[in-house]
């Protein structure tokens, strides 16, 4: 495998997630495909630090990522068990109380 | 410099973190109703962290930390915005009716913590730093939105926080992992050696997606156009003093990010420290800049037109002068950041001015409405007094801050040269629209029927509150000359010498 195929799937992922997140009403889907987003750059972190001989500073970086993707996702299904507990339903679109 | 010498350069830092620690303590002793208390604490050593500050050396430029974050003039003036940006929104958040008996021991907490996150947002260079910086006051930013669980659109404003907030960073850290990949570094300045060092005409366009993509990310954070949709929700369902600090230390930091990735990214080499700065050919990010700041603008006053609760208003207000800070980064000159600092400094208390006047009336009067307010410039002289006067300098009518600030950036604007033109007409048309609806403000609490009969006086906390948040507003706007030098003594920035 070359650096090019590492590239492709994470920006095949990257793509995936952005859908996710445009189509998705559910409000944990929405943090899925969020999770795909990040887990594709830390694909791209990972093969260039792999494959360019650099230093490790990019297996650092995908560490620290995922550390904050488990934070995030925390506060997130926080929220989002919140807003089940107030509204009823996770579909984000439901949670619309403010006027436009 | 390594970790154990550049301790002794972190100490109004790590103040803050002790505080963080003490705050969460102290909180554990304290019942619900008394949970207030913990403020106290957070002041005094946001106090503290601010004396340490002050005596630091003034002129120090230094890396920290294995060259990860930075100590520079530049860094601490944004020290300073934040320590008392945050100490007026502790002090607003102990007056308002909003949070009473509800449990604050963590709210305070979380504000300091959060300061902690600004204030290495405005030091990183490093990729790995400004991440984890920007994710620390996200992740704060998403609980606080929220605070108020039981309320409908507290929750709601959380949610689209944290979606849009996560997608946005997703986005960026997309582009980040596109950096590294072209430049084989997290360290901006090295980065900026290899951008310059290789003919990068073949790499010309991930280059610009990776620069799109963290704009994305950071424009998300300073709530500029298109990212701005959160703002308006998310400003009307948190708390407000929240929502004061959100419209004010978040985006300082914000630009202050941007101001020094972009600079060290795309500058010349040793671009910040000279008067003239150059950028690196092929990536248009000055032009793109340009436009998302005229877009902002526009968008920003063109909705503010047609609200009717005013902090949804002061919401788009807000996006409108991100629009007109963001003019002054793209220029390339040391007018132009020079104006960006002076601008968010006098930013800083009319807009937090404006909403402590939004929170005493609701309290008072249960309304954010503002046909509603009609009448309280006669019933309460003082509080209609000042909210015109913050009014004036959101517009930017002399005799107020709001005044020097945009002349100085509409003067670095001209100064930049004639194909910056357009730009300056675009803000100056902007600030006739602006004045629309800011002076409906006042024209409803003077001018309209009367709806509230009773005169009201604001508590003493309340009127001397407003008084350090009003005085500097006109003071500013007629004695700018020491801010004026504490703003240009602040515009040296670290550089390496490799």
Redesign the interface.
Request: aromatic share 18%.
């Given at each position: 495998m070359d650096l090019n195929s590492y590239l492709i799937i994470s920006a095949i992922l990257f793509s995936l997630g952005l859908f996710g997140v445009i189509t998705r009403r559910n409000g944990v889907a929405v943090l899925m495909s969020i999770e795909l987003i990040l887990n594709a750059a830390n694909i791209n972190f990972i093969a260039f630090s792999r494959y360019s001989g650099m230093d490790f500073s990019g297996h650092i970086f995908s560490l620290f990522v995922i550390i904050l993707a488990a934070a995030e996702a925390a506060v997130a299904l926080a929220i989002i068990l919140n807003i089940f507990n107030n509204f009823g339903s996770i579909n984000i679109d439901d949670a619309n109380k403010m006027s436009q | 410099m390594d970790n154990i010498q550049s301790i002794n350069f972190f100490i109004p830092e790590l103040i803050l973190v002790a505080t963080i620690a003490f705050c969460l303590i102290i909180d554990f002793f304290l019942s619900k109703k008394n949970s207030f208390n913990v403020a106290y604490v957070a002041l005094i050593g946001i106090i503290l962290s601010g004396i340490s500050l002050w005596f630091s050396s003034p002129l120090i430029t230094t890396s920290l930390f294995l060259n990860s974050i930075v100590l520079d003039p530049f860094s601490r003036i944004f020290k300073f915005i934040f320590l008392i940006s945050s100490f007026i929104t502790i002090l607003i958040s102990l007056d308002t009716s909003e949070l009473k008996n509800r449990s604050l021991g963590e709210y305070f907490t979380l504000i300091t913590a959060m300061i902690l996150g600004l204030i290495l947002m405005t030091s990183s260079v490093d990729?790995?730093m400004i991440?984890?910086s920007i994710?620390l006051v996200?992740?704060i930013s998403?609980?606080l939105a929220?605070y108020l669980?039981?309320k409908?659109?507290s929750?709601?404003a959380?949610?689209?926080y944290?979606?849009y907030g996560?997608?946005s960073s997703?986005?960026m850290?997309?582009g980040?992992?596109?950096l590294?990949?072209l430049t084989?570094?997290?360290k901006l300045f090295e980065m900026n050696k290899v951008l310059f060092s290789h003919d990068f005409s073949h790499i010309n366009l991930s280059l610009i997606v990776s620069f799109l993509l963290i704009i994305a990310g950071l424009g998300y954070k300073i709530a500029i156009a298109p990212f701005h949709f959160w703002t308006?929700?998310v400003y009307?369902?948190s708390p407000t003093p929240i929502t004061a600090f959100f419209s004010v230390a978040p985006k300082a930091a914000g630009f202050a990010l941007m101001v020094r990735f972009l600079n060290s990214l795309f500058g010349d080499v040793n671009p910040l420290n000279s008067e003239n700065w150059v950028s690196i050919e092929g990536v248009p990010w000055q032009a793109i800049l340009l436009l998302l700041s005229a877009l902002t603008m526009i968008i920003g006053n063109l909705i503010a037109i047609q609200q009717e609760?005013v902090k949804r208003l002061l919401a788009y207000s807000s996006i409108a002068h991100a629009g007109y800070i963001l003019m002054g980064i793209p220029l390339l000159s040391k007018d132009g950041v020079f104006a960006v600092v002076f601008y968010i400094i006098v930013y800083l208390f009319m807009q937090l001015g404006a909403f402590y006047i939004s929170i005493i009336i609701a309290d008072k009067y249960k309304t954010e409405k503002i046909e509603d307010y009609a009448g309280i410039g006669w019933q309460s002289p003082f509080l209609g007094i000042l909210m015109s006067l913050f009014m004036f300098s959101l517009t930017g009518l002399p005799p107020t801050a709001g005044f020097i600030g945009k002349f100085y950036l509409f003067a670095a604007v001209i100064n930049a040269g004639t194909q910056y033109y357009w730009i300056a007409i675009v803000g100056v048309l902007n600030s006739v629209i602006s004045l629309y609806y800011y002076m409906r403000i006042v024209k409803v609490m003077y001018f309209n029927e009367k709806n509230i009969q009773n005169s009201f006086v604001p508590s003493q906390f309340s009127i001397l509150l407003l008084l350090i948040l009003g005085i500097p507003t006109i003071y500013f706007g007629v004695q700018w000359t020491y801010i004026h030098e504490w703003v240009d003594s602040a515009l040296k920035f670290f550089i390496p010498n490799f």
């Open positions: - | 990729l790995i991440y984890l994710e996200s992740i998403f609980i929220g669980r039981f409908m659109i929750n709601e959380a949610i689209k944290v979606i996560a997608f997703g986005l850290l997309y980040f992992s596109l590294y990949g084989g570094t997290t308006p929700d009307e369902g609760n």
